[in-house]
């Protein structure tokens, strides 16, 4: 049994859209406004800068591939099975991990209606309808599991953009506040930033993980990924700007938006950002659920991950499986860890995914130099993409250093665990085809 090629263009662009804008929007905008001040715009720009290097790399290195399983898939041509398999199971922790964070930040939100969802018995059943009814859409089929994304994607933009329109025109209107004054963040303040921001930015590389659904991957991909990046920019930098326009003191709530909406046009607008970023964060996690299952299937394919994860419903042609094992897993971490600890981690977590596959780019193109290309040529080429790389491995290296031990920890139990995978499986991995 096979997978139906469903996703067109715009359903990936809107799985992109969907990865990336989730909680950051409505989280970080206070975070680092009451870190950085003013010169928090400045941060969103390098933020989306780095992030830029990688996305090219990511665009290329996707345009050669029809296959599912994305980032794992990529390294596995580049740097062989090992590699992959730790870079296959950190994307898949990434992935639940950042699930886990949407889910905390859906409880959080929906407690400004429902104050028992913010009590321990409130989250665990926010959180178990929150993934379950989303699990069992995509169980039904990936075309029911695209339209769902597809209309998030819809929905969450039409919020941000009246917050845009309304933050301006406030700001036009020289109601802008001045802003407690805050103490000058050193070069360790602008890394923990960045690091957030990256939260934020993050989420694009779920995008690739379905490409063997897509119709037609090594055109639409990279359109879709450069083109929502460019999008969500000017979003984050708009939010930010409203945020800082409106609030003295933007650290003072950890909903930003709600607050601004607050100010500029009283209580209901708060009630209107807060519906804003329920949808948003569920528009998440319903791109998400459906490409999230297609990583650990493909890996389970070639060895990687448990056999029974690979295994494709007869009537549905999804990967069943795979789809409530990876809903199971985001309901348990979302229900152990708080959400700051989660963002944190989460963030920490994907700078060795993106380190590996920007620095695939350039050894496919060493190969294609070599006439010894394992894969298809590249139907997107990145403008000076080495340099990219260089640029994009040197970020993901240099602010995974402000890990903390308990990130630490978690990483290197993950590794571990990968490792034991990889040596106790061996066989069943050969007879795949799967050793170096």
Known sequence: MTLIRALGRWSLAALVLNGIIGSGVFVLPGTVGGLLGWASLW?????????????????????????????????????????????GWLSYFVRAITAAVQANVFSTYLAEFFPWAGTRVGGLIVTSLFIGILAAINIRGVVSGARTSNGFAIVKLTPLILFGVLGLFWIGSGKT???????????????????????????FE????????????????????????????????????????????????????????????????????????????????????????RLSMAMAERGDFPAALARIHPEFLTPVRSILAFALLSWGLANMAGLLQNLSLSAVSRLFVYGF???????????????????????????????????????????????????????TIVVGLATVHWFMNGRRRAALGGQS
């Open 43 to 87: 941060a969103w720009l390098i933020a989306a800068a780095l992030t830029g290097a990688m996305v090219f790399c990511f665009a290329e290195v996707a345009s050669r591939f029809s296959e599912s399983g994305g980032a794992y898939l990529f390294t596995r041509e580049a740097f062989g099975p090992f590699a992959a398999l730790q870079v």
């Open 357 to 411: 596959v920007c620095a695939s780019l350039p050894v496919f193109r060493r190969h294609d130099a070599n006439g010894s290309a394992a894969v298809a040529p590249a139907k997107f080429r990145a403008p000076a993409g080495v340099l990219l790389a260089a640029v994009g491995v040197a970020a993901a290296l240099a602010l995974a250093t402000r890990m903390n031990t308990r990130e630490a920890v978690t990483m």
């Open 177 to 203: 506040v001045a802003p407690d004054p805050i103490a000058a963040a050193g070069l360790g303040g602008w890394m923990n930033a960045l690091l957030l921001l990256m939260f934020a930015y993050g989420g």
């Open 206 to 293: 779920s995008s690739v993980i379905p490409l063997a659904e897509a119709k037609n991957p090594g055109r639409d991909m990279p359109f879709a990924l450069l083109g929502t990046l460019a999008l969500v920019t000017v979003f984050y930098m708009v939010a930010q700007l409203v945020v800082l326009a409106t609030l003295p003191d933007p650290d003072a709530s950890n909903r930003a938006l709600a607050s601004s909406m607050r100010v500029m046009i009283g209580a209901g607008g708060a009630v209107f950002i807060t519906i804003a970023a329920l949808v948003s964060v569920y528009g998440w996690l319903a791109s998400n659920m459906l490409t999230v299952p």
